[in-house]
């Protein structure tokens, strides 16, 4: 228990500096060298995928998002923060008293007043949280790094994380610490018990957000929720990184996938255009299709909106679908109509049809395309022009 009572100043500086934050810069150095210009090549390589033609505009937006000095404030704040959230859970420190009236000492969390301060306990929990933060942190930027994506935003994501782990891990923390003393839980059992959630807390900020919810709301007495939303994890494919990757474009929910800009996601992001169609075309259908009508689809074997417009363009296709979904020709007629208008079905049409080796995807993608003549992106070439006249006349 020295290393508690009696730290040092050369191991705090140490850790410090180096523990904590000194991989932070590195990391910029090491793309900014190695990866970034290998990722312009990439973005329009994709970018032609969706059939958007390069321009001047679009090269100087590419080239701006390499430019040092967008990465200087990011990378200053995270060094900061990584490093001073750190020095608030140090014994060192809390044994000079430069945090007194910041950390909880009215509250004696862990009943354990003869073995150490309190202070001294409440930093040794909140270590943990800002340990899973970093972790997480580092782990984040190796992908973002191998992924050609370490864009200034992962640094100040870093930088909200320490910040933002710490303080919902000091506050579950003291929460659960004190209800299970409370309760007579022995201390070893309980102090392991709140670092290792102080830890995943550190990891999934959102899972301490929400016991808080939770428990403010039991306290209140109150009941629902506030925003009407569906998560971005009913989308399949779409994991806990790249959900994490998204929320950084503004995308928090499905409804936000829907209407995403897709080309900005392709430029901005390290997911292939493979990837995202596929994800806003899901999302188009969650967002508009009802939670009955989504699951009888889904049985189906239909996720997508796109696939719900093929199936559904003639009446044999309709009749099959309401007989495999159970649902009524009327509803899945209305639903294909409002999906139509749906911001980003033309684009995601045109990607699926280009990409597709079944000629009868073909002709019924291209019929998608005569719905909303205004919204193309190129002129189509003469045989798709061919095969999308055949079907009008038809």
């Not at 003393?181 to 301490?208: K, W």
């Not at 990184?241 to 499905?254: D, F, Y």
């Not at 889904?298 to 417009?309: H, I, M, P, T, Y």
């Amino acid at each position: 228990m020295e290393h508690l009572t009696e730290p040092t100043l050369w191991a705090f500086l140490f850790q410090a500096a180096v523990a904590a934050a000194v991989w932070i810069p590195l990391s910029y150095l090491a793309y900014r060298w190695v990866r970034a210009p290998l990722k312009r090549d990439r973005v329009k390589q994709s970018l032609s995928q969706l059939g958007i033609v390069q321009t001047k505009e679009l090269e100087e937006t590419m080239a701006a998002e390499y430019r040092l000095k967008d990465y200087i404030w990011p990378l200053f704040m995270a060094y900061a923060l990584m490093s001073g959230t750190y020095t608030v859970t140090h014994s060192y420190v809390i044994r000079l008293g430069l945090w007194s009236g910041w950390l909880e000492e009215v509250i004696d969390v862990f009943g354990t007043d003869n073995v150490f301060p309190r202070a001294i306990l409440w930093g040794r929990f909140v270590f943990w949280g800002w340990l899973g933060a970093c972790i997480y942190s580092v782990h984040l930027i190796i992908r973002r790094f191998l992924a050609y994506d370490l864009t200034p935003s992962v640094y100040l994501f870093t930088a909200n994380r320490s910040l933002l782990a710490m303080a919902i891990s000091a506050i579950v923390g003291t929460g659960m610490g004190t209800f299970s003393t409370a309760a007579g839980v022995p201390f070893d059992v309980n102090m392991a018990t709140v670092s290792i959630v102080a830890f995943f807390i550190g990891f999934f900020p959102e899972q301490g957000l929400n016991w808080i919810a939770a428990t403010a709301k039991k306290a209140l007495g109150q009941q629902g929720g506030i925003a009407k939303e569906t998560r971005l994890s009913e989308v399949e494919g779409l994991s806990i990184w790249h959900q994490g990757r998204l929320m950084q474009e503004g995308i928090e929910n499905v409804q936000n996938l829907a209407t995403a800009d897709v080309p900005a996601l392709v430029i901005g992001t390290p997911f292939p255009v493979t990837q995202i169609v596929d994800w806003v075309d899901q999302a188009i259908l969650l967002a508009y299709a009802s939670q009955e009508q989504f699951e009888a689809l889904e049985k189906a074997g239909l996720l997508r909106a796109s696939d719900v417009l093929t199936t559904t363009r003639d009446d044999e296709g309709l009749n099959d679908l309401a007989e495999a979904a159970g649902l009524k020709k009327s509803e899945l007629r209305v639903l294909s109509r409002v999906l139509q208008s749906a911001l980003n079905i033309k684009m995601i049409s045109r990607f699926r049809w280009q990409s597709s080796l079944d000629r009868a995807k073909m002709e019924e993608a291209a019929a998608i395309q005569l719905l909303q003549p205004s919204l193309a992106v190129t002129e189509l070439p003469r045989e798709q022009e061919e095969i999308a006249f055949e079907e009008e006349e038809q």
